[in-house]
């Protein structure tokens, strides 16, 4: 353990912060897990509404210094990419 006052403190901010990664990160990976679900169901009117809060989330993580900027546009890119394939989806004729 530390004795000094400023690794005391130090050690008081790591444990406050971890816990607010911590949260933070869940929240992500709940609203990941939440689009993904919707994308697999196929579910067109949902779909919508969770790639918006997906988003948002991703954005803020990167605010938040969860994740890196290029890594959020990444995930972005890639949901995008699979939500157009299944709202867009080819008519079989």
Request: aromatic residues 2%.
């Amino acid at each position: 353990m530390a004795n000094h006052v400023s690794s005391l403190k130090r050690a008081r901010q790591t444990v406050t912060k971890t816990a607010a990664n911590r949260a933070n990160k869940s929240k992500l990976r709940g609203t990941l897990r939440s689009l993904r679900e919707a994308i697999a169901a196929g579910d067109k009117t949902t779909l919508a509404a969770a790639y918006s809060s997906t988003v948002s989330v991703l954005d803020k993580s990167v605010q938040k210094g969860v994740l890196h900027k290029n890594t959020a546009s990444r995930y972005k890119a890639r949901l995008n990419a699979r939500v157009k394939a299944v709202v867009v989806a080819p008519k079989a004729a």
